[in-house]
């Protein structure tokens, strides 16, 4: 437990003291984000504002993780180091979209097929890698089969088709932090929570680990490493929270697609080596509704040549322009994320006690 909250405070002070710094170097390298012109009126003011804030969410998470272990001579897990690596590869495709608006000075960054090219190719890695790698015990970082509150057997797939799966949801959940962050805090403060609850997942599934012949029990976790998940998920948690102390309304900084598409992978990593990749969809529900107001918009928008369902896609431009202050999105969907996640917290338990 005190590698564990080690993790999260370093991680909070790291993130909250260097920001300011990175602010500082942003600005003097004239690193400002730029606005889409068909976006609401009131984001014109932004342009400017130091972007690429990411690097210092990965950063903090990385030095966090890095001093723990070293201070208590642990080596990291299989499990750690896979997810940590996912995403400092996802933000580092992250920093390349977000060197290329700088750099062309308009909004768009790398082509869509560029980009999903690099996510494809950095999920493909870590899916193969997370299937292999044994314990002791034999068990993988990752299983092929599908997952909600723990593996389902009798749905395992074969290789060839777990592998896609897990690739699918690596740039399934970087997309859908990527275009939730849109409002100021609203990626950052949403992410805090879902992280949050995966180090209570982890924590409870290292409490409960088959592989603790003492305390297992009949319905005990089969997982990799619980305990250094915990580690990374609180080390996220923390940057994000940390990160969130700048980045709120008014913002001066961004987390850009730096932090977005390390956010996401990491989501989809913990999910993945947690065996709760269906779990993850109640838990992060905000990041769906997003993600899914942007598919139902350009479906219907083709379908009806010209129609749209919402004002705007992500769905919270849709209430800014129907005349919602941006503060107020922002705080009622962090009030959806969290029931959400204690919805999905309550499920998690719910079904450990009831198989008892």
Known sequence: ????????????????????????????????QFIREDGPTTHH?????????????????????AV??????????????????LAVSMGFLGFLDDWSKISKERSLGLTPRGKLI???????????????????RGLTPASPAISF??????????????????????????????????????????????????????????NQWCSRASTAGPRCYEVRDPNDLAVIAIAFAGACFGFLWWNARPAKIFMGDTGSM?????????????????LLVILGLLFVI???????????????????????SPIHHHFEIIGWEEVTVVIRFWI?????VALGLGIFYAEWVVGQ
């Open 290 to 312: 997003e993600v899914g107001s942007v598919a139902l918009q350009v479906s219907y928008f083709k379908a009806t040549k010209g129609k749209r369902i919402f004002k705007m």
């Open 118 to 136: 690099g996510q494809f190719t950095i999920g493909g890695v870590f899916a193969f890698l997370a299937l292999n790698f044994p314990d002791e």
């Open 149 to 206: 509150l723990r593996d389902i057997p009798a749905l395992t797939m074969p290789l060839l088709i777990a592998i896609p799966v897990i690739i699918f949801l690596i740039a399934a959940w970087s997309n859908a932090v990527n275009l939730t962050d849109g409002l100021d805090g609203l990626a950052a403060g949403t992410a805090t929570l879902v992280f949050a609850a995966y180090t209570l997942v982890n924590i409870w599934q290292f």
């Open 45 to 65: 003011v932004k342009r400017g504002t130091p972007t690429m804030g990411g690097v210092i969410i990965v950063g903090s998470v990385v030095i966090a993780y």
């Open 336 to 340: 959806i994320a969290g029931l959400c």
């Open 1 to 32: 437990m005190i590698n564990i909250l080690s993790a999260g405070s370093l991680s909070l002070i790291l993130s909250m003291l260097g920001t300011p710094w990175l602010i500082r170097l942003l600005r003097e390298k004239q690193f400002g």
């Open 262 to 278: 390390a956010i996401g992978a990491a989501l989809a990593g913990l999910s993945v080596t947690t065996r709760t990749e269906l």
């Open 68 to 85: 723990t272990h070293l201070v208590r001579w642990q080596a990291p897990s299989v499990s750690g180091l896979l997810v940590l690596g």
